[in-house]
């Protein structure tokens, strides 16, 4: 079974600060993606990344993709009160084809 | 376009029975799928479709039935509802750029509670 955990599970920190959440696996991806989801809603898609050692970046969000392709982390500079949410990251299995989701990480930025 | 619909939004159902959560969207996409989410296991996915008339098995099927008589609809049937399916279920559609990668887009969820 592939598995792509995520790190930390939780995360608190004032208003300005900035964090990194990371996402690792010992497979391979062709792609890989992250979402971000608010309470009572669904998840919805912030960036696709396919190439390793890619870098996209999303206003104060910066995506990576890792050279081997199993790994990716999301930096968020200067964290906002509305950065606060769920984020799931998820890989495209190379081997089926099929997405495979992390465990999420909870952010609270308070003000 | 309403994009992914869902409903209900809430349900509680009894031990062993069953009921369909229904899932809808108009964007034309031709995948479909379902996922639970529980606390601390991300997304999990249940079945898939890849068109009308075509649903496979994904990683927690058991349980669960789906049918795709048209593109638009995609419904999940709970065939007799057991405490191990509380949860809170997605539908998802998708769309596929030129460079084949997704845009996965995700309904608002049915929160269900089986006693």
């Known amino acids: 079974t592939q598995l792509l955990e995520q790190s930390p599970q939780f995360l608190s920190i004032q208003e300005g600060e900035n964090l990194t959440v990371y996402c690792n696996s010992s497979s391979v991806f062709s792609s890989l993606q992250w979402y971000r989801q608010e309470p009572g809603e669904g998840p919805v898609l912030l960036v696709t990344v396919v190439t390793g050692g890619e870098v996209k970046k999303l206003k104060r969000l910066t995506f990576q993709f890792g050279d081997a392709r199993k790994d990716s982390s999301l930096h968020i500079t200067a964290a906002q009160p509305g950065d606060t949410g769920l984020y799931l990251c998820a890989g495209r299995s190379s081997n089926t084809g099929k997405l495979i989701f992390g465990q999420g990480t909870t952010l609270q930025v308070k003000p | 376009n309403a994009g992914v619909t869902q409903t209900p939004k809430f349900q509680v159902l009894k031990t062993g029975q069953s009921m369909t959560l229904q899932c809808a969207q108009d964007m034309n996409h031709e995948y479909m799928s379902w996922y639970r989410q529980d606390p601390g296991m991300g997304l999990r996915l249940i079945h898939y479709s890849v068109g009308a008339g075509i649903t496979d098995q994904g990683e927690v099927p058991n349980g669960y039935n789906v049918s795709r008589s048209t593109t638009e609809d995609f419904p999940l049937r709970l065939l007799s509802a057991a405490p191990s399916q509380t949860s809170v279920y997605f539908c998802?559609?998708?769309?596929?750029?030129?460079?084949?990668?997704?845009?996965?887009?995700f309904g608002p969820g049915t929160r269900l509670t089986v006693l």
């Open positions: 998802a559609s998708s769309s596929w750029t030129s460079a084949g990668t997704d845009t996965q887009y």
